[in-house]
């Protein structure tokens, strides 16, 4: 775990992670044929969508890679320390927000300094949003599995009164605030496709949370308070709620940037189902990087492809997008049943 | 003022939305008992309101809460074998089960229910003679639905089995000490297994109280976290039929102020009130955990 | 009735836990199972019981009407159960929020529950002469009471061969006294109980015949009466028991001192006005029976665990070196390479950002220098063998070069070969000046080690004379003061 990866390891974990996506899209496969749907125009609308053209790839699955990856390194970050974050979906909606409502009020500002305040609004509306269950875990042992979940749904309907609200557009017609100033918007990678910079912050993200946990005494300790607790206490002299708390309060800033990652370089405004489930599918992309941010990089671009997929699936063979959530269940399970199997 | 009518109604509709959340709590309740947190129930009730929609529209309404029960016990079955059998985290197994049940159910939904939304017939209130007369009492709990006293029957049911019966000493046996349970002689990962199925054939029965006698149509992702509700109830009502059955009808009472105060012409957003059951959970996990600690074992595999 | 085993065999991984090991008791007799930690007893009637498969090997039940029961394994509990035989455990298997009747139909497969159930436990209890509150929950009850509920357990299905493994390490002397009373009565009455132990005191008491088991081979035997203490020790070590005295150290200055100390964990009062100091270069040994405050005590010296410090003070020099008991849990994290584990003991001298070419360094020179084998810096802890994972623990401690060390059953679980190297390591680190206070359920292990013996019950430092005979050491641990 600790020191250099060795290359056959890396080969070895690449392989770990196709194996269960292969299994999930068999799994969705069959159940497509069961109901009836025409396979191959599914798959190749499937394949279309995420591998079809380089603009496909570059403007579809990365994009939709791009909150992958960060919530995967968020969902990573709280694990690593023992704390499991089910309320990215929450998070998301809450560093949205922020950056929505920052973002409108910033046109007056250079792009080099109204960028970076919208991404901290993202990373202070996730942290607020995880601040109950960190409150409940720490003062009264309360696990924050339950209470992130719960608060997913309170995140749903904060967006739903915000773009019925006091964000809605100037118009007051539909549910979905104005745009953001255009110095707030994150900008395009190359002239004519929608990758953004958003991109190589999530890069960036995963390459500075790898050296975190592995080259620093922050990182050493988050992980030894959740892989033995008690020795954590005893030997390492580690507070462990406290380091606990912080992890968790980190995942749900980090969830947060998320939503302000998308708003300001994909959506440009707030909108009622901004996350097609990202908060749970980065779970599944977690899992299948074995929690090691370099390979949760590797996963979030699969699982982008597959979104990208998905959404061309809709489009064009009529089959409901939230179908590639069997492929993730399958994904997550098999990841499980393995990493049982060679631990 | 508010009248004595629209109090009548407001305990009504506690009632009829409380339904779902209390037979799946209920179920849960079981499996928390034995030492499994079943985060999949929320799948196996989304998969129960599947195939209640199904089954009745094909088969009329009976067919339509046996379709419900069986798809709630085949996402149970998945659970319990990734989560029992092969002994995985069960936070996350379960999140996997809720996803998968989410996709399966929008994908299939699609196909089923094409060509127009087919209109679903629905369980019918039944007045239950001479009690029904009974102020208050009468018109709030004895006009339901036929899932409605399903649940009152449950209820008892499976108080009597934790705690009158050998296999629900066996059973919370196992979500105390599995340890000591197996020393016992106590199969750990049947029992286990088992309760898992009780959990899931209720949270079948929870989504086809939520299509068949709520809302009267599938839609895709419509238990909308009900189930994680659920979860929370059972913590609020001490690992205990009875006091979960009386924390749902609380979350009831919580949902359905919002048709209350909408019929009242209030200016109060809505969204408030559908934030509100979850931050009441919110509110009643911080609460609940200072008194009872739940099952010592709770979420760790044997 | 009778109970034979014949040959059993059984390995865990690449150690021999019992080689060919043959056992028989007889009606009317309490038969002590003697032996060191590891030696195997507890495998033994684990095997007995069901508990666990043995490789070879035959067991033997003969019941009172003459029926045999042969057969190579019972494959659980509740057939061991069935054949008679009821096992009291070393640790209580009792569901602390079950009630007693609950705990009591668990075990003995009663298909009554509520009332029903209370008033059959009721029963028992009344016919065993074990009194007991039987809808009290478990939580709610004293040791010695949760220890009578492991027995009342163990013969509510009539069993008549009753194995206890160590029964008495949680009883104060009184109850001692009670529990080895009831086993007489028991045998007396035609009953077989089989009581594991190391104290040899107990064996005196209680036993009419002996076995004894050495690193999983019977070394001895036959009836008590024609034993020694000095016999049955030279059957359990394969040496006398007489080491040579080791040489008073020359103490130098305080390094811990304690002055009218209480201690709570818990809400519960678990030291009650200590006062002692340690010096640097003495070693002192902590006596005290399970659960009379040492663990708190320790704990409170090497400064972790929620241990809250309700009068008095305590002064301790750093930097400290604590040895949990528990290696696999609190000492090591087992998923963990040993450079992160060498790491995990050294964190307050870390910087900020880790070097991990020198930490592997500093863990092959480590390894080296304390004969630890392992396959590396790499290797995961829980790859280690428990005398190896020990050496480690040490040697990671050592490096700090702490002025205080405490350590809690630092040979528990080891083979003889590593206890001594390990006490060795102890003994060298006091003369090179650290002052170390350890605490050993063992006594023997105390009196081995100790320059200087510390004698806690119920919390309380007990008086003892200067330079105390090994009697007056024991009397102070059991409450004999009313005998003298």
């Given at each position: ?10 080969t ?10 292969g ?15 025409p396979?191959m125009?599914?798959?190749?609308a ?51 927000i922020?950056?929505?409502?920052v ?6 500002l ?17 942290a ?33 009164y ?8 100037s ?30 912050l ?52 980090l ?62 063979a ?12 399958v ?13 | ?5 629209l ?28 030492g499994?947190?079943n985060l ?9 309101a ?16 046996g379709?419900?029960?069986?798809a ?35 994908l ?13 017939p ?5 007045h239950?003679?001479?009690i ?39 059973l ?13 002689g ?19 029965l ?24 659920a ?72 | 009735?009778?109970?034979?085993l014949?040959r ?33 007893k ?9 508990m ?178 000095h016999?049955?020790?030279h ?6 028991l ?8 020359q ?38 029976i ?44 087992p ?10 003991g050294?964190?307050?001298q ?6 991990w070419?020198a ?17 590396g ?36 679980g ?27 359920s ?32 024991g ?8 005998a003298?």
């Amino acid at each position: 775990m600790s020191g250099t990866a060795l290359a056959p390891d890396r080969t070895r974990s690449l392989l770990q992670a196709t194996v269960p996506l292969g299994l999930g899209l068999l799994v969705l496969a069959g159940f497509l044929v069961l109901a009836g749907f025409p396979v191959m125009p599914a798959v190749n609308a499937l394949w279309r969508g995420a591998f079809g053209s380089w603009y496909a790839f570059s403007s579809a699955a990365l994009v939709h890679a791009t909150p992958l990856i960060i919530l995967g390194l968020a969902f990573t970050l709280g694990s690593k320390a023992g704390a499991i974050n089910v309320g990215m979906e929450g998070q998301f909606a809450a560093g949205a927000i922020a950056a929505t409502w920052v973002g409108l009020h910033l046109g007056a500002l250079p792009a080099m300094v109204a960028i970076p305040i919208v991404l901290a609004a993202g990373l202070l509306g996730g942290a607020v949003w995880i601040t109950a269950p960190v409150i409940l875990r720490i003062k009264f042992g309360i696990t924050e599995v339950i209470s992130t979940l719960l608060l997913n749904f309170v995140g749903y309907a904060a967006v739903s009164y915000a773009v019925t609200g006091p964000l809605q557009e100037s118009g007051r017609t539909y549910p979905q605030s104005d745009a953001i100033a255009a110095s707030a918007r994150l900008p395009q990678l190359s002239h004519g496709s929608r990758l953004h910079l958003g991109f190589v912050l999530a890069l960036v993200t995963a390459a500075l949370l790898s050296v975190l946990l592995r080259r620093t005494t922050w990182g050493f300790r988050l992980r030894a308070v959740g892989a033995g607790p008690r020795a954590a206490a005893l030997t390492g002299r580690i507070p462990l709620t406290k380091v606990a708390g912080v992890a968790l309060l980190w995942s749900g800033a980090l969830a947060g940037l998320g939503g302000a990652v998308e708003v300001s370089g994909v959506s440009y405004a707030l909108f009622q189902n901004l996350s097609p489930g990202y908060g749970f599918t980065a779970i599944a992309v977690a899992l299948l990087g074995r929690e090691r941010p370099m390979l949760v990089l590797v996963a979030g671009v699969l699982f982008g492809a597959l979104e990208a997929g998905a959404g061309a699936m809709q489009r064009d063979a009529g089959i409901p997008a939230v179908a590639v959530q069997v492929v993730e269940a399958v994904v997550i399970i098999t990841a499980l049943l393995t990493a049982r199997r060679s631990a | 003022m508010i009248d004595s009518a629209l109090l009548v109604g407001f305990a009504a509709a506690s009632v009829r939305v409380g339904t779902p959340l209390a037979l799946a709590a209920v179920g849960e309740s079981i499996a928390e008992r034995s030492g499994m947190i079943n985060l999949g129930i929320e799948g196996a009730m989304l998969a129960g309101a599947f195939g209640a929609a199904v089954g009745a529209a094909h088969g009329g309404v009976a067919s339509g809460v046996g379709a419900a029960v069986v798809a709630g016990l085949l996402v149970a079955t998945v659970f319990a074998a990734v989560a029992v059998a092969a002994r995985a985290d069960q936070i996350i197994s379960g999140t996997a089960v809720t996803l998968g049940a989410t996709g399966l159910t929008g994908l299939l939904a699609q196909r089923a229910f094409t060509g127009g939304n087919l209109s679903l017939p629905i369980l019918p209130v039944v007045h239950v003679p001479v009690i029904e007369h009974i102020p208050l009492v009468g018109p709030v709990f004895f006009r339901q639905t036929v899932l409605t006293y399903a649940c009152y029957v449950l209820i008892p049911l499976a108080s009597a089995l934790l705690w009158r019966t050998r296999f629900g000493l066996e059973l919370r046996a196992c979500g105390e000490a599995p340890a000591a349970a197996t020393a016992a002689g106590v199969h750990v990962g049947r029992t286990r297994a088992l309760a898992v199925l009780m959990g899931g054939a209720c949270a079948g029965l929870a989504g086809a109280a939520l299509v068949l006698a709520q809302v009267g149509m599938f839609t895709e992702r419509m238990t909308a976290g009900r189930g994680f509700i659920a979860i929370a109830i059972v913590a609020l009502g001490r690992w205990n039929p009875w006091g979960t059955a009386a924390a749902a009808l609380l979350f009831g009472g919580a949902t359905a102020l919002q048709y209350t105060f909408q019929a009242a012409g209030s200016h109060v957003p809505y969204q408030l009130f559908l934030a509100l059951p979850y931050l009441l959970a919110l509110a009643a996990l911080g609460m609940a955990v200072g008194r009872h600690r739940g099952p010592a074992a709770l979420g760790q595999s044997h | 009735m009778t109970l034979r085993l014949s040959r059993i065999s059984k390995h865990f991984g690449t150690t021999v836990a019992l080689d060919g090991v043959s056992f028989s008791a007889i009606p009317g007799e309490v038969h002590a199972l003697l032996g060191e930690n590891g030696a195997g007893k507890s495998t033994l009637m684990d095997i007995a019981y069901g508990m666990i498969r043995p490789e070879a090997g035959m067991i033997e039940v003969q019941q009172r009407g003459g029926v045999a029961l042969a057969t190579p394994a019972f494959a659980s509990p509740r057939e061991a159960r069935a054949a008679g035989i009821g096992m009291v455990h070393q640790h209580f298997t009792s569901i602390p929020a079950f009630t007693v009747s609950e705990n009591i139909a668990l075990t003995a497969g009663w298909t009554e529950t509520g009332r029903a159930a209370e008033r059959r436990a009721a029963h028992i209890v009344a016919r065993l002469g074990l009194p007991l509150a039987i809808s009290a929950h478990v939580e709610s009850l004293s040791a010695q009471m949760r220890q009578r509920l492991e027995i009342v357990k163990a013969l509510a299905t009539d069993a008549s061969i009753l194995l206890l493994d160590e029964p008495t390490a949680v009883l104060a002397p009184r109850e001692v006294h009670e529990l080895l009373e009831f086993l007489r009565g028991f045998a007396a009455a035609g009953g077989i109980a089989v009581l594991i132990t190391h104290k040899l005191d107990e064996v005196f008491r209680v036993a009419d015949r002996v076995t004894v088991l050495r690193r999983g081979v019977v070394t001895l035997t036959g009836v008590l009466a024609e034993q020694t203490p000095h016999s049955l020790a030279h059957a359990m070590i394969g040496a006398d028991l007489a080491r040579p005295i080791p040489l008073k150290a020359q103490p130098g200055v305080v390094a811990v001192e304690a002055s009218r100390l209480s201690l709570t964990r818990g809400g519960q009062l678990a030291v009650v006005n200590a006062s002692f100091q340690v010096r640097s270069g003495e070693i002192v040994g902590v006596a005290a029976i399970e659960g009379n405050g040492q663990r708190e005590l320790l704990r409170a010296i090497a400064g972790v665990d929620d241990v809250v410090t309700v009068a008095g003070t305590l002064e301790v020099a750093g930097p400290v070196a604590f040895i949990p008991e528990d290696r696999s849990s609190e000492a090591l994290i087992p998923s963990f390479s040993l450079a992160e584990n060498l790491l995990l003991g050294t964190l307050d001298q870390s910087s900020w950002w880790l070097d991990w070419n020198a930490i592997r360094r500093d863990t092959q020179a480590l390894l080296a220098s304390h004969d630890i084998r392992a396959g590396g810096p790499e290797s995961q802890a829980a790859t280690l063998s428990g005398g190896n994972q020990q050496k480690l623990v040490f040697a990671r401690a050592l490096a700090r070069q702490p002025r205080v060390i405490v350590a809690e059953n630092p040979v528990r679980g080891l083979d003889i070969q590593a206890a001594d190297m390990i006490q060795e390591r102890i003994r060298a680190a006091a003369r090179n000046g650290a002052a170390v206070i350890m605490h050993s359920s063992d006594v023997d292990e105390v009196l081995a080690l100790a320059d200087r013996v510390l004698v806690l019950r119920r919390g309380e430092v007990q008086d003892l004379p200067s330079d105390p005979t090994r009697e007056q050491i024991g009397d102070a641990l059991l409450a004999m003061a009313a005998a003298r």
